[in-house]
Each structure stands twice: as structure tokens, then as C-alpha cells.
């Protein structure tokens, strides 16, 4: 059979590293086929040469038999290939007809685009309204936007970046299923993720990257999940673990705290009540958009409340600003690293000093010891594994869970009492992102309280005491993370299970 897309010999150089070296591979008609690799690996780069965003250096492409060399995504589009970005390319303020007549070249009338969407959204099994306004849906809902601008294309070759991380288990299953059904009709799919046990459910075959180069092709249904990961950093992995433990005193206290939506899109909090003990980790799941940021906004002091709606080892906080509540230890970690956890055009040394300020004394009298700073920074790199060449590096530079590891590790080294992170794995390889949910449990271990705010449920599953879930603002009722069941977290996150003012 025609290998419908033929890759020999794939490079593409920067300035300082080869990001893909001699990559080749085939994927068939109607076949999904997984590409896996740690951060850094060249995944993205790889896809982009695809999809006609990068023009590689060297090596070939066949598309259908026929030499394929896109110059830009028009041109692989016009020829059958199409992409799902991991970032949402969506307005808010245009509805779901008028964001997909955005992203075709010629659009039909506005009725006959809104009958197609109609008609393909539910023949796949995703259906939308093409009436509905982009803020109102959800983070599924908009997935689906991007599925059937796709889909609207009559696409031969279909690339997925880590479509499941913002979905709920049974959203999962859907997108699967839709999935399997465009294999059956003869689309490939070229499929990237971090979560193994998904690729394994899912995916005919994986081409496994490192370092920008092939080292291995298997069948995910034929090896374990660690065997995958395995192949993709080139070392075996640990399992994040814990001792058994009786949590502490109550650090922190969160009562009747209700806050409005800041945008028209925004997600209004609605009676929240919880408290964390020392030694404990409380996880807290839910859907994109149901009031992560916000509850995060509230617990960092970005968002001023009440005084004492927040009660911090007994003190009243609500009103202070982020500053005042690093300085009594409670620090937080917010989801988008770029713009907010860090500052893109600012050294490693610069960010480190941006939020170690006060905790690590890295000013006298006004001035900034820069030594000090750069000793932070670098304590940072060396203890959390960050591959850069050095403090001086800014930020954009690294790859996204290399920023990640730094990130989370500058919060952890100043030994904060309560410690809250949004997405701390989100977009992590494998590797990193067993080393960052240890870095949280050692943490819990020596005392602290950590609030966990994720969207991937065997994450929180894997590392919590307790869990609840957050949907459209409010909190349900906690329960023991042990031995709690996907089916039980997924209807959580859908609201049901005691979806009501909750003391967790």
C-alpha cells in the first residue's frame, strides 16, 4: 500500500541546535499514528515542516505518492492536510459559524455554512450549534469548533497536539470515538500527547523521538505505558511516591468566598468554603474555563476579597495584594507560564528575582544583589534539572516544560507554608513531569499545605489526599482520593456528586 504521507531524512538546524536530524517515517491511510518524545524532542517542529509553517533543510516529503513541500498552511490544506492546535485559535465575541468561516479560504453563505456545520457535527458525532456565541462553551465545546473547521476541509491527514488536556473523561471517549470513525473512512491522524495510557487505547502505531531524532517505532498496544516513556527520555522512570501520613493544623481556611466574573467571559465564584492542612495535598479538578484562574486570582492576592474570606494560619489575608501574602508564605504558580508565571524577555536571573524577592532577601536597602539573584537562579536550574545553558537565558528561550520545571522549582525553594499551582504538568514530558509531582509531595512531606488546580485527573488521582472538582464556579463536596473511580471524577466534573456548599 501507498504510504499516504512518506518522510526521508527530515533535518531542520537553529542557531545552536538541531531540532529534527534525519527523521523518517510513514504513516497509512486510515491509520492513527502517534508521535511521542519528551519536551524538546522536536515534536513541534516536526509537525510544523507538515503543515508547511517550517521549510526544512534538508530531507523529503511524499504526500499520496506525489512530492509534497508545502510553502505554508494554505498550500497543505489545499492538498488534504489539516491540524488541530494545542492552543485554541477562537474569538470570543464572533459565534461558532463565523470563527470557522474565519479559518476557509472561500466561505459558503453564512446559512449554507451554518447547514454543513450542522450536518458534519452530527454525522461525527460532535454536535454544535452554529449559532452559539464562542464565550459561552465550554473548553470541549471549543475543541469541537476546531474539529470541524477540520473536518469542513474533507481532510486526508488530520494532526492532533494534545487534543484531550483540556476534556473530561467521557469528552475523551467522544473525540475517540469521532476519531475512530475518520480512521475507518480513511484519515490518518497524526496523534501527539503525553498521556500514554491514551495512546495505548488509542493509537496503530507511535514513531518515538529524542533529541530530534527517531530512535524507535512501536505498537502501543503491544508494550506498557512506562516502556513508551522509557524509550522517550532513555532511562527508566521513577513513580512519584509518598509515606503514609496524618495531616497537620489547618494553614489555610477559605470561607463563603463568592467573587464576580472581572470579564463578560469570565467565570463568577460562587460560595466556596475549604480548607488545607499541613502535609496535605488537595486536589482540585475541572474542566478549562469553570473558574481555575479566577479561584487562583483570589488565592494569590490578584484578586482582592473579603478580609476574612481567606484565613492564612489564622490571620485574616483576603485583603492583602500578592506581595503581602508571599511574605507570610503563600505563594502561587499560575497555568500560563509565559506573560504571567514568567516574563518572556527577562533573563532566568531576572525572573528569579521578580518572585524570590522577599523570601530570599535578594535586596539590601533598596538595590538588588545580583549575585545573590544569579545563585537563586542557578540553584533553581541545578536542583530541578532545567536545560538551559545558564541564568542568563530569557525565558522564551526554553522549551515549555523546561520553563515549567522553573517555575514551579523557584516557588518550592523558598519554602513556602502553603503552596498553589495551576496545571503544574500541563504540555510536561514524561520525565519532567514525574519530577515535578514529586518535587509537590516532598514538599506536602516537609510540612507545607499544596493546592493542586489541574485538568489531567490521573495527575491529581496520582499525588492528592483529597479531591473535588470545579465546575462553573463552585466546589463540590471533597472526597479521599484513594480508590476514587474515573466514572465517580468524571461526573464530579460534570456537576453532579454533591455539586453544593461544600466545607472540604
Known amino acids: 500500500m501507498t504510504a499516504l504521507l512518506d518522510i526521508e531524512g527530515l533535518t531542520k538546524a537553529y542557531p545552536g541546535v538541531v531540532a529534527n536530524q534525519d527523521v523518517s517515517f510513514r504513516v497509512q491511510p486510515g491509520e492513527v499514528h502517534a508521535l511521542l518524545g519528551e519536551n524538546g524532542a522536536g515534536k513541534s517542529t516536526l509537525v510544523k515542516m507538515i503543515y508547511g509553517l517550517v521549510k ?3 530531507g523529503t516529503m511524499r504526500l499520496n505518492g506525489a512530492p509534497y513541500a508545502p510553502a505554508e498552511p494554505r498550500a497543505a490544506r489545499a492538498l488534504g492536510v489539516a491540524m488541530v492546535f494545542q492552543h485554541f485559535s477562537l474569538f470570543e465575541a464572533l459565534n461558532v459559524a463565523e470563527n470557522i468561516a474565519l479559518g476557509m479560504e472561500n466561505p459558503p453563505r453564512a446559512r449554507d455554512l451554518a447547514a454543513r456545520i450542522a450536518a458534519v457535527s452530527e454525522t461525527y458525532g460532535l454536535p454544535l450549534d452554529p449559532f452559539r456565541m ?8 471549543r475543541q469541537r469548533v476546531e474539529i470541524i473547521r477540520c473536518l469542513l ?20 471517549e467522544i473525540l475517540f470515538h469521532t476519531l475512530r470513525k475518520l480512521a475507518a473512512e480513511g484519515t490518518a491522524i497524526l496523534y501527539i500527547s503525553h498521556k500514554l495510557e491514551e495512546i495505548r487505547a488509542l493509537c496503530d502505531t507511535a514513531t518515538i523521538l529524542r533529541l530530534g531524532q527517531k530512535v524507535a517505532t512501536c505498537t502501543p498496544r503491544e508494550v506498557s505505558a512506562a516502556h513508551m516513556a522509557e524509550l522517550m527520555v532513555g532511562k527508566s522512570l521513577s513513580v512519584p511516591a509518598r509515606e503514609d501520613h496524618t495531616p497537620g493544623a489547618v494553614l489555610l481556611a477559605v470561607s463563603g468566598l463568592s467573587v464576580a466574573a472581572a470579564t463578560p467571559f469570565g467565570t463568577t465564584l460562587r460560595d466556596l468554603s475549604f480548607e488545607v492542612r499541613a502535609g ?5 479538578g475541572g474542566v478549562a474555563g469553570n473558574g481555575q484562574d479566577e479561584v487562583l486570582a483570589v488565592l494569590s492576592g490578584e484578586t482582592p476579597t473579603d478580609p476574612g474570606a481567606i484565613m492564612l494560619q489564622g490571620a485574616p489575608v483576603g485583603a492583602l495584594g500578592p506581595n503581602a501574602r508571599r511574605g507570610l508564605g503563600l505563594l502561587c504558580a499560575p497555568e500560563e507560564r509565559l506573560g504571567h508565571a514568567a516574563a518572556p524577555d527577562m533573563s532566568l536571573t531576572e525572573n528569579a528575582l521578580l518572585t524570590g524577592r522577599l523570601r530570599q532577601g535578594l535586596e539590601t536597602g533598596g538595590f538588588v544583589d545580583w549575585a545573590k539573584t544569579r545563585g537563586f537562579a542557578q540553584d533553581i536550574i541545578a536542583r530541578f534539572d532545567v536545560r538551559t545553558p545558564g541564568p542568563w537565558v530569557a525565558a522564551r528561550a526554553l522549551s515549555g516544560g523546561n520553563l515549567q520545571k522553573f517555575v514551579i522549582g523557584r516557588e518550592i525553594l523558598q519554602d513556602p507554608k502553603v503552596l498553589v499551582v495551576n496545571q503544574p504538568t500541563w504540555g510536561v514530558d514524561a520525565s519532567a513531569a514525574a519530577a515535578i509531582r514529586q518535587a509537590l509531595l516532598d514538599l506536602a512531606q516537609g510540612g507545607a499545605a499544596v493546592i493542586v488546580i489541574s485538568q489531567d485527573l490521573d495527575e491529581l488521582l496520582e499525588i492528592s489526599d483529597r479531591f ?4 462553573d464556579g463552585r466546589l463540590s463536596a471533597p472526597r479521599p482520593a484513594r480508590g476514587l473511580g474515573m466514572e465517580d471524577v468524571g461526573l464530579m466534573l460534570g456537576g453532579a456528586h454533591g455539586m453544593h456548599e461544600a466545607r472540604v
Open 56 to 58: 526544512p533543510d534538508r
Open 134 to 141: 464562542m464565550g459561552e462553551l465550554s473548553a470541549g465545546e
Open 153 to 172: 476541509q474533507d481532510p486526508k491527514l488530520l494532526i492532533m497536539d494534545e487534543p484531550t488536556s483540556v476534556l473530561t473523561p467521557q469528552e475523551v
Open 280 to 284: 496535605e495535598v488537595l486536589g482540585i
Open 468 to 471: 473535588c472538582a470545579l465546575n
